[in-house]
Protein backbone atom coordinates (compact mmCIF):
# COMPACT_ATOMS: atom_id res chain seq x y z
CA UNK A 1 0.00 0.00 0.00
CA UNK A 2 1.69 3.41 -1.02
CA UNK A 3 3.05 5.40 1.63
CA UNK A 4 2.47 8.84 2.81
CA UNK A 5 4.35 11.63 4.83
CA UNK A 6 4.98 11.08 8.30
CA UNK A 7 3.19 14.39 8.97
CA UNK A 8 -0.23 15.06 9.05
CA UNK A 9 -0.16 18.74 8.00
CA UNK A 10 -3.52 20.37 6.35
CA UNK A 11 -3.24 20.76 2.29
CA UNK A 12 -4.51 22.82 0.16
CA UNK A 13 -7.58 21.42 -1.62
CA UNK A 14 -6.95 18.75 -4.42
CA UNK A 15 -8.59 20.65 -6.98
CA UNK A 16 -6.89 23.50 -6.21
CA UNK A 17 -3.09 22.25 -6.85
CA UNK A 18 -1.53 23.57 -10.09
CA UNK A 19 -1.59 21.56 -13.24
CA UNK A 20 2.14 20.30 -12.66
CA UNK A 21 1.47 19.21 -9.21
CA UNK A 22 1.80 15.82 -7.85
CA UNK A 23 -1.35 14.31 -9.31
CA UNK A 24 -1.01 15.72 -12.90
CA UNK A 25 -0.36 12.28 -14.05
CA UNK A 26 -3.79 10.97 -13.20
CA UNK A 27 -7.15 12.77 -13.71
CA UNK A 28 -10.00 12.57 -11.21
CA UNK A 29 -11.73 10.47 -13.18
CA UNK A 30 -8.76 7.85 -12.52
CA UNK A 31 -9.16 8.45 -9.28
CA UNK A 32 -12.95 8.16 -8.89
CA UNK A 33 -12.68 4.74 -11.24
CA UNK A 34 -9.98 3.52 -8.35
CA UNK A 35 -12.34 3.94 -5.73
CA UNK A 36 -15.33 2.61 -7.57
CA UNK A 37 -13.15 -0.56 -8.65
CA UNK A 38 -12.47 -1.17 -5.29
CA UNK A 39 -16.40 -0.87 -4.28
CA UNK A 40 -16.53 -4.06 -6.36
CA UNK A 41 -13.71 -5.24 -5.42
CA UNK A 42 -14.62 -5.43 -1.40
CA UNK A 43 -18.33 -6.84 -2.66
CA UNK A 44 -17.14 -9.66 -4.70
CA UNK A 45 -14.61 -10.34 -1.66
CA UNK A 46 -18.06 -10.82 0.48
CA UNK A 47 -19.77 -12.80 -2.03
CA UNK A 48 -16.45 -15.11 -1.99
CA UNK A 49 -16.33 -15.39 2.16
CA UNK A 50 -20.07 -16.26 1.72
CA UNK A 51 -19.13 -18.97 -0.76
CA UNK A 52 -16.13 -19.92 1.59
CA UNK A 53 -18.00 -20.19 4.44
CA UNK A 54 -21.19 -22.87 2.67
CA UNK A 55 -17.66 -24.56 2.37
CA UNK A 56 -17.10 -24.64 6.05
CA UNK A 57 -14.61 -22.26 6.62
CA UNK A 58 -15.01 -20.33 9.84
CA UNK A 59 -15.51 -16.94 10.14
CA UNK A 60 -11.77 -16.39 12.09
CA UNK A 61 -10.16 -18.34 9.04
CA UNK A 62 -11.26 -16.32 6.40
CA UNK A 63 -10.24 -13.10 8.79
CA UNK A 64 -7.27 -14.70 8.96
CA UNK A 65 -6.56 -15.18 5.27
CA UNK A 66 -7.56 -12.21 4.78
CA UNK A 67 -4.54 -10.50 6.82
CA UNK A 68 -2.67 -12.83 5.68
CA UNK A 69 -2.44 -11.72 2.25
CA UNK A 70 -2.49 -7.92 3.45
CA UNK A 71 0.39 -9.03 5.44
CA UNK A 72 1.98 -11.13 2.08
CA UNK A 73 1.68 -8.17 0.32
CA UNK A 74 3.32 -5.35 2.63
CA UNK A 75 6.26 -7.21 2.99
CA UNK A 76 6.74 -7.78 -0.49
CA UNK A 77 6.45 -3.82 -0.68
CA UNK A 78 8.68 -3.45 2.00
CA UNK A 79 11.24 -5.93 0.67
CA UNK A 80 11.23 -3.80 -2.79
CA UNK A 81 11.34 -0.37 -1.32
CA UNK A 82 12.78 -0.73 1.99
CA UNK A 83 11.65 2.15 3.73
CA UNK A 84 12.32 3.75 7.53
CA UNK A 85 10.46 2.22 9.79
CA UNK A 86 10.97 3.51 13.35
CA UNK A 87 7.73 3.18 15.31
CA UNK A 88 5.94 5.69 17.40
CA UNK A 89 3.54 5.23 20.08
CA UNK A 90 3.29 1.48 19.70
CA UNK A 91 0.08 1.65 21.87
CA UNK A 92 -1.83 3.35 20.03
CA UNK A 93 -0.43 1.01 16.84
CA UNK A 94 -1.77 -2.14 18.63
CA UNK A 95 -4.94 -0.71 19.80
CA UNK A 96 -5.70 0.74 15.92
CA UNK A 97 -4.61 -2.90 14.90
CA UNK A 98 -6.84 -4.40 16.99
CA UNK A 99 -9.92 -2.68 16.83
CA UNK A 100 -9.53 -2.98 12.88
CA UNK A 101 -9.23 -6.90 13.78
CA UNK A 102 -12.36 -6.65 15.64
CA UNK A 103 -14.23 -4.80 12.69
CA UNK A 104 -13.29 -7.16 9.86
CA UNK A 105 -13.73 -10.62 12.04
CA UNK A 106 -17.54 -8.74 12.45
CA UNK A 107 -17.99 -8.33 9.28
CA UNK A 108 -17.06 -12.02 7.69
CA UNK A 109 -19.20 -13.50 10.81
CA UNK A 110 -21.76 -11.01 9.62
CA UNK A 111 -21.38 -12.33 6.14
CA UNK A 112 -22.37 -15.87 7.52
CA UNK A 113 -25.47 -15.11 9.07
CA UNK A 114 -27.25 -12.58 6.78
CA UNK A 115 -26.94 -11.49 3.09
CA UNK A 116 -23.99 -9.57 1.82
CA UNK A 117 -26.65 -6.71 0.99
CA UNK A 118 -27.02 -6.20 4.53
CA UNK A 119 -23.32 -7.00 5.84
CA UNK A 120 -22.10 -4.06 3.39
CA UNK A 121 -24.52 -1.93 4.28
CA UNK A 122 -24.24 -2.06 7.75
CA UNK A 123 -20.69 -2.30 7.58
CA UNK A 124 -21.27 1.68 6.22
CA UNK A 125 -22.72 2.61 9.61
CA UNK A 126 -19.05 3.27 10.75
CA UNK A 127 -19.59 6.70 8.76
CA UNK A 128 -22.45 7.31 11.17
CA UNK A 129 -20.97 6.21 14.65
CA UNK A 130 -17.71 7.87 13.98
CA UNK A 131 -19.27 11.46 14.52
CA UNK A 132 -21.45 10.24 17.02
CA UNK A 133 -18.16 8.74 18.82
CA UNK A 134 -15.42 11.71 18.07
CA UNK A 135 -17.30 14.07 20.89
CA UNK A 136 -16.13 11.93 23.38
CA UNK A 137 -13.27 10.36 22.03
CA UNK A 138 -11.28 13.43 20.42
CA UNK A 139 -13.32 16.31 21.35
CA UNK A 140 -14.73 17.42 18.43
CA UNK A 141 -17.83 18.97 18.71
CA UNK A 142 -20.88 18.57 16.34
CA UNK A 143 -23.40 21.21 15.23
CA UNK A 144 -26.85 20.92 15.95
CA UNK A 145 -27.48 20.54 11.84
CA UNK A 146 -25.14 17.66 11.90
CA UNK A 147 -27.13 15.98 14.74
CA UNK A 148 -30.11 16.62 12.95
CA UNK A 149 -28.56 15.32 10.31
CA UNK A 150 -27.60 11.80 11.50
CA UNK A 151 -31.19 11.66 12.73
CA UNK A 152 -32.09 9.79 9.13
CA UNK A 153 -29.16 7.52 9.51
CA UNK A 154 -30.83 5.84 12.22
CA UNK A 155 -34.08 5.30 11.55
CA UNK A 156 -32.31 3.56 8.14
CA UNK A 157 -30.58 1.47 10.24
CA UNK A 158 -33.57 0.34 12.17
CA UNK A 159 -35.44 -0.54 9.08
CA UNK A 160 -32.52 -2.83 7.60
CA UNK A 161 -31.86 -4.79 11.06
CA UNK A 162 -35.85 -4.15 10.98
CA UNK A 163 -36.39 -6.02 14.80
CA UNK A 164 -39.06 -7.90 15.60
CA UNK A 165 -41.42 -9.10 18.30
CA UNK A 166 -40.09 -13.20 17.55
CA UNK A 167 -36.25 -11.70 17.32
CA UNK A 168 -34.14 -10.22 15.12
CA UNK A 169 -30.81 -11.82 12.64
CA UNK A 170 -27.91 -11.88 14.67
CA UNK A 171 -26.21 -11.14 11.23
CA UNK A 172 -27.46 -7.51 11.37
CA UNK A 173 -26.63 -7.20 14.72
CA UNK A 174 -23.16 -8.28 13.89
CA UNK A 175 -23.17 -6.13 10.94
CA UNK A 176 -24.12 -2.90 12.81
CA UNK A 177 -21.33 -4.00 15.36
CA UNK A 178 -19.16 -4.16 12.89
CA UNK A 179 -19.96 -0.27 11.78
CA UNK A 180 -19.51 0.48 15.75
CA UNK A 181 -15.94 -1.09 15.74
CA UNK A 182 -15.15 0.54 12.27
CA UNK A 183 -15.69 3.82 13.99
CA UNK A 184 -13.39 3.22 16.75
CA UNK A 185 -11.04 1.34 14.53
CA UNK A 186 -10.69 5.27 12.50
CA UNK A 187 -10.59 7.15 15.49
CA UNK A 188 -7.71 5.06 16.97
CA UNK A 189 -6.16 5.65 13.52
CA UNK A 190 -6.12 9.24 13.78
CA UNK A 191 -3.97 9.11 17.08
CA UNK A 192 -1.78 6.34 15.59
CA UNK A 193 -1.28 8.47 12.19
CA UNK A 194 -0.24 11.22 14.63
CA UNK A 195 3.26 9.82 15.21
CA UNK A 196 3.65 6.93 12.56
CA UNK A 197 3.96 7.06 8.43
CA UNK A 198 1.23 5.00 7.01
CA UNK A 199 3.49 1.83 6.57
CA UNK A 200 4.00 1.46 10.02
CA UNK A 201 0.49 1.30 10.48
CA UNK A 202 -0.66 -0.85 8.16
CA UNK A 203 2.43 -2.86 9.17
CA UNK A 204 1.37 -3.03 12.38
CA UNK A 205 -2.37 -3.79 11.32
CA UNK A 206 -1.28 -6.50 9.22
CA UNK A 207 0.76 -8.14 11.54
CA UNK A 208 -1.58 -7.80 14.87
CA UNK A 209 -4.49 -9.33 12.23
CA UNK A 210 -2.27 -12.10 11.36
CA UNK A 211 -1.14 -13.22 14.54
CA UNK A 212 -4.21 -13.12 16.85
CA UNK A 213 -6.48 -14.75 14.33
CA UNK A 214 -3.73 -17.82 13.55
CA UNK A 215 -5.37 -19.74 16.64
CA UNK A 216 -8.32 -19.75 14.05
CA UNK A 217 -6.09 -21.82 11.88
CA UNK A 218 -5.19 -24.61 14.47
CA UNK A 219 -9.10 -25.80 14.44
CA UNK A 220 -9.05 -25.25 11.01
CA UNK A 221 -8.73 -28.46 8.99
CA UNK A 222 -6.60 -27.02 5.87
CA UNK A 223 -6.05 -31.08 4.66
CA UNK A 224 -9.43 -31.36 4.06
CA UNK A 225 -9.90 -28.07 1.77
CA UNK A 226 -11.12 -29.05 -1.74
CA UNK A 227 -9.47 -27.09 -4.78
CA UNK A 228 -12.58 -24.84 -4.94
CA UNK A 229 -12.68 -23.91 -1.22
CA UNK A 230 -9.05 -23.11 -1.84
CA UNK A 231 -9.40 -20.82 -4.41
CA UNK A 232 -12.53 -19.22 -2.75
CA UNK A 233 -10.45 -18.13 0.53
CA UNK A 234 -7.34 -17.40 -1.76
CA UNK A 235 -9.61 -14.99 -3.92
CA UNK A 236 -11.44 -13.81 -1.30
CA UNK A 237 -7.82 -12.26 0.86
CA UNK A 238 -7.21 -10.93 -2.80
CA UNK A 239 -9.83 -9.26 -3.65
CA UNK A 240 -9.97 -7.81 -0.49
CA UNK A 241 -6.30 -6.70 -0.47
CA UNK A 242 -6.61 -5.53 -4.42
CA UNK A 243 -9.56 -3.11 -3.01
CA UNK A 244 -7.16 -1.95 -0.56
CA UNK A 245 -4.49 -0.85 -3.15
CA UNK A 246 -7.30 0.83 -5.35
CA UNK A 247 -9.13 2.65 -2.80
CA UNK A 248 -5.88 3.61 -1.32
CA UNK A 249 -4.95 5.27 -4.99
CA UNK A 250 -8.10 6.27 -5.11
CA UNK A 251 -8.70 9.02 -1.97
CA UNK A 252 -5.30 10.53 -3.01
CA UNK A 253 -6.88 12.38 -6.06
CA UNK A 254 -10.91 13.06 -4.69
CA UNK A 255 -11.73 14.40 -1.50
CA UNK A 256 -13.31 12.00 1.57
CA UNK A 257 -16.80 13.70 0.84
CA UNK A 258 -16.57 11.95 -2.68
CA UNK A 259 -14.77 9.48 -2.57
CA UNK A 260 -17.49 8.27 0.44
CA UNK A 261 -20.11 8.24 -1.65
CA UNK A 262 -18.03 6.72 -4.60
CA UNK A 263 -17.66 4.01 -2.24
CA UNK A 264 -20.88 3.36 -0.77
CA UNK A 265 -22.12 1.90 -4.22
CA UNK A 266 -20.07 -1.34 -3.20
CA UNK A 267 -23.75 -1.86 -1.04
CA UNK A 268 -25.60 -1.55 -4.49
CA UNK A 269 -22.85 -4.11 -6.04
CA UNK A 270 -22.91 -6.31 -3.06
CA UNK A 271 -26.82 -6.41 -3.82
CA UNK A 272 -26.48 -7.13 -7.34
CA UNK A 273 -24.07 -10.00 -6.73
CA UNK A 274 -26.16 -11.66 -4.07
CA UNK A 275 -29.43 -11.44 -6.03
CA UNK A 276 -27.44 -13.01 -9.36
CA UNK A 277 -24.99 -15.03 -7.75
CA UNK A 278 -26.65 -16.42 -4.11
CA UNK A 279 -30.14 -16.32 -4.81
CA UNK A 280 -30.26 -13.64 -2.35
CA UNK A 281 -33.65 -11.41 -2.11
CA UNK A 282 -33.84 -7.67 -1.67
CA UNK A 283 -36.43 -6.08 0.62
CA UNK A 284 -38.17 -3.03 0.68
CA UNK A 285 -37.00 -2.13 4.09
CA UNK A 286 -33.39 -2.39 3.02
CA UNK A 287 -33.69 -0.43 0.06
CA UNK A 288 -35.37 2.43 2.10
CA UNK A 289 -32.72 2.10 4.69
CA UNK A 290 -29.92 2.48 3.02
CA UNK A 291 -31.04 5.61 1.33
CA UNK A 292 -31.79 6.74 4.58
CA UNK A 293 -28.21 5.84 5.50
CA UNK A 294 -26.51 7.44 2.56
CA UNK A 295 -28.31 10.32 2.64
CA UNK A 296 -27.76 11.34 5.97
CA UNK A 297 -24.04 10.31 5.45
CA UNK A 298 -24.24 12.22 2.39
CA UNK A 299 -26.02 15.15 4.46
CA UNK A 300 -23.33 14.91 7.16
CA UNK A 301 -20.71 15.06 4.98
CA UNK A 302 -21.84 17.66 2.98
CA UNK A 303 -21.95 20.38 5.96
CA UNK A 304 -18.62 19.71 6.62
CA UNK A 305 -18.59 17.83 9.62
CA UNK A 306 -15.41 17.37 12.03
CA UNK A 307 -12.06 16.33 10.58
CA UNK A 308 -12.67 12.64 11.76
CA UNK A 309 -16.30 12.03 10.11
CA UNK A 310 -14.89 13.21 6.88
CA UNK A 311 -11.99 10.85 7.61
CA UNK A 312 -14.53 8.38 8.22
CA UNK A 313 -14.37 7.48 4.46
CA UNK A 314 -10.94 6.59 4.75
CA UNK A 315 -11.87 3.57 7.11
CA UNK A 316 -9.53 0.57 6.56
CA UNK A 317 -7.64 2.88 4.40
CA UNK A 318 -5.22 4.83 6.72
CA UNK A 319 -3.47 7.22 4.14
CA UNK A 320 -6.66 7.84 2.07
CA UNK A 321 -7.58 11.47 3.04
CA UNK A 322 -4.55 12.91 5.16
CA UNK A 323 -5.97 16.50 5.06
CA UNK A 324 -8.87 15.27 6.41
CA UNK A 325 -7.04 13.52 9.50
CA UNK A 326 -5.30 16.88 10.61
CA UNK A 327 -6.51 18.53 13.70
Known amino acids: MPEQDQTLEREPDLA???AGGLHRRHSTATYQAAILFSALMFAVSSA???????????????????????LTAVLTYLALRRPRLAPRNVPALILRG??????????????????????????????????????????????GREWLG???????????????????????LLGLACGFFGALSIITLCRARRDNPTVTVILF????????????????????YSAATWALVLLCGATGVVGQFAVTLGFRGVSAFSGSMIGATRVGMAALIGMVWLGEQLTWNVV??????????????????STTANAAAAYGRPDANRRALAK
Do not use: H
Open 16 to 18: ARP
Open 48 to 70: LAKLAGAEGVGPGAITFWRFAAG
Open 98 to 143: LTNLIAVFLFYCAVKYTTITNANLLNQTYLVFVPLLSPFLLSERLS
Open 150 to 172: LAPAGVGIWLVVNPRFDGVNVGD
Open 205 to 224: LMVTGAVLTWPAMLTERISD
Open 288 to 305: AGAVLLIGSVALVAGQGA
